[in-house]
């Protein structure tokens, strides 16, 4: 049996071996949670390791940090744990040392090889009581609540200093140890240390936990909206809330009745990184209520077509608070079947009875998920997107959404500093090849189109070859050319360059139709942002 030393030792091997492998690419904010959890774990600082800290000194959010609105650190350390786990079933499968994240914490945990097999045994017994394993990896000693946190919050396991005491025997051997006489007894204190500290926890975590009621299931990154203001929606859907890519959390199917329920399998989405939001639905006559403070507020609905009907096949009439008729063909606004479409409805004020009515009239109607939030009179909300898998909040405090409404083209992420950059995460990564994005937007308006971009490869700066003329491309939007051989070195160097477009109108559908067309090498494009005007 090891040491406690020497598994120490080993944890922290395999965490510098697991960070210098590429796992996780390039510069990213998967490396960064795990650097941070990870060396406050090793220092004993386990107070530290919290949402606000980890957002702060490791992600780079402003000391303003609000985890309400900003769910960065909830989806990374989602994210991460995924990662992890798929690592450790494939490649990492035989390390001595497995590293995982537990649900619902961001405390580090290390599984060593060497106690899998004691483990395994003792967590038949656990298996009968709790019915599940941790995060599909094999199940380890005191598998319970209070066992996750006191294993998770000590470094330094007791039973291993208890070892350690243990071969202090008589004798030749006892003699020869008794140098380390004072390293265990260091060891021991720091134990007895971390049982005060995981007891607190452990009380802590009862006490949340009888605040949120155990019939609820712990879902990461799911962030809480207060008096109703904002609500998420999918029609049809009866398991769990659904947390998309930026980690919002989409109730079931609660606020509407008529029509039937309905899902579908095995089928491609485009236009989104969310398909599960458009893979069940409700279809027939239907009516909704859904209840909100007095206000002014922004409708989305959303739909794919998934049956294989053509244009102008199906009739989706609907009306809010018993307003007139809206008609919509799904396939022509989105281009085609299985392609994801939004309309997005300004102005919608509650109804004297405190709720928003939406009412389907047609029998062949439907709609997949409904999204409604608070908004601003007369005009839609801003639509700000970034490039990569994570939501950013600037330093003006404005909410960026992972990439989407996308079709076509590829992520890469910069391996560059950008801490001199300012908001630089909104150029850490970037879309290119031969893609275009389709906005939702409401109609009978105009709009500010801004485009993000920075030279992520071409330039001596970047490391690779080339310079100006080396990437050169078109974007035209709704028809109308906006940029012309645009060279993105040539105009800015290695640095950012954002590109602004005015008085832009939608299409018919409510859509800005953004173009990226090729002429020597790729399109690159890192952020996008819409303003209404």
Known sequence: MQSAISK?????????????????????NLVRLLTFVCDKYFEGRLDEIKEYSIAVHALGRPESFDPQVDTIVRVTAHTLRKRLEDFYKTTGAEHPVHICLPPGH??????????????????????????????????????????RLADSARPLQESNAAQLGEQQDGGEAGTKLRPRVGLVVRAAIFALSMVVLIVFAWKEWNRNRGHQGTSQPMVAGAPMYSSGKILRVMLGHTSTPYIDRAGFAWENDHFCTGGSPFSVTGRAILGTDD??????????????????????????????????????????????????????????????????????????????????????????????????????????????????????????????????????????????DLSKVTDGRLYEWHRFGHFQYVMPVATGAKYTLKLYFMEHWFGVQNGGIGGIGSRVFDVSCNGSMLLKGFDIFREAGSQPLVKSFQHIEPTPQGKLEIYFTPGVNYPSISAIEVIPE
């Open 275 to 416: 398909p599960q939001l458009f893979l069940s639905g409700r279809r027939g006559v239907i009516h909704c209520n859904f209840p909100v403070p007095p206000g002014i507020y922004e409708v989305h609905l959303l739909f794919a077509e998934t049956s294989g009907l053509q244009e102008a096949s199906r009739n989706v009439a609907f009306s809010l608070n018993g307003g007139p008729l809206t008609n919509l063909d799904v396939v022509d606004d989105a281009g085609g079947d299985d392609i994801a479409t939004t309309k997005v409805i300004t102005d919608v004020a509650s109804a004297s009875d405190s709720m928003i009515h939406l009412d389907f009239t047609a029998s062949e109607a439907f709609v997949n998920a409904i999204e409604i939030l608070p908004g601003t009179p007369h005009r839609m909300l801003p639509v700000r997107i970034v490039a990569g898998h994570s939501p950013y909040r600037d330093s003006n405090g404005n909410t960026w959404m992972p990439d989407r409404h996308f079709f076509g083209g590829r992520l890469s992420s910069f391996g560059g």
């Open 8 to 28: 120490l030792e080993a944890e922290r091997a395999e965490v510098d071996g697991i960070l210098s492998s590429g796992v996780f690419g390039r510069t990213n």
């Open 106 to 147: 961001y405390v580090p945990k290390f599984i060593h090889a060497c106690d899998l097999e004691t483990a395994r045994g003792e967590s038949a017994l656990d298996e009968k009581h709790n019915g599940q394993f941790l995060e599909g990896l094999p199940p380890h000693e005191n598998s319970g609540p209070e066992g």
